[in-house]
Antibody
Framework: QVTLKESGPGILQPSQTLSLTCTFS??????????VGWIRQPSGKGLEWLAN???????YYNPSLKNRLTISKDTSNNQAFLKITNVDTADTATYYC??????????WGQGVMVTVSS | DIQMTQSPSFLSATVGDRVTINCKAS??????LNWYQQKLGEAPKRLIY???SLQTGIPSRFSGSGSGTDYTLTISSLQPEDVATYFC?????????FGGGTKLELK
């Protein structure tokens, strides 16, 4: 059974760095073809794809945010991470992680709400 | 970025109705189009991948079709448990992009 769960700080201040963790089970990020992605959705708005990391440590970043994003993984502990630097109120959103098989994302976490506020 | 225009954004239908939801891409996405269902408070669930392949465990009343820039999700006979928000995702080219979502409710 594949499960993913996101965790984060809940609230942080503008200019800080947002650190998110995706803890998953039921698959390994060392398996050929597997990946984990991060997606976010501001309240009342659409979904935005942020970044992917693959089994071979290849990474993809959304160019609109690339300078601010860092994705990484800890294969041994079944976790993936996303850092977003210099946050502002526009980064307030629900953040999801999702497993990616060869057909795009299949299993998603329930999401974690992050609020940026002074 | 490829823009995904999803319609309608809101849909009200009766149990047993045939329901269709559309996504139009701003350029050819080569059938790399997935459909997801998200119920209130739950994680999104993949229904269809690569236009028309049914995800394991998903009822056969869900189907997908399309090619090029135009794609459709069809629910052949709406059931009460299908009340949810549906969205499409293109994974043909980066950044992957989503349709704006369709909120489906029962009439």
């Amino acid at each position: 059974q594949v499960t993913l769960k996101e965790s984060g700080p809940g609230i942080l201040q503008p200019s800080q760095t947002l650190s998110l963790t995706c803890t998953f089970s039921g698959f390994s990020l060392s398996t050929y073809g597997m990946g984990v992605g991060w997606i976010r959705q501001p309240s009342g708005k659409g979904l935005e794809w942020l970044a992917n990391i693959w089994w071979d440590d290849d990474k993809y970043y959304n160019p609109s945010l690339k300078n601010r994003l860092t994705i990484s993984k800890d294969t041994s502990n079944n976790q993936a991470f996303l850092k977003i630097t210099n946050v502002d109120t526009a980064d307030t959103a629900t953040y999801y992680c999702a497993r990616i098989d060869g057909r795009g994302p299949d299993y998603w976490g329930q999401g974690v709400m992050v609020t940026v506020s002074s | 970025d490829i823009q995904m225009t999803q319609s309608p954004s809101f849909l009200s239908a009766t149990v047993g109705d045939r329901v269709t939801i559309n996504c139009k891409a701003s350029q050819n996405i080569n059938k790399y189009l997935n459909w997801y269902q998200q119920k209130l408070g739950e994680a999104p669930k993949r229904l269809i991948y690569n236009t028309n392949s049914l995800q394991t465990g998903i009822p056969s009343r869900f189907s997908g079709s399309g090619s090029g820039t135009d794609y459709t999700l069809t629910i052949s006979s709406l059931q009460p448990e299908d009340v949810a928000t549906y969205f499409c995702l293109q994974h043909n080219s980066g950044p992957w992009t989503f349709g704006g979502g369709t909120k489906l409710e029962l009439k």
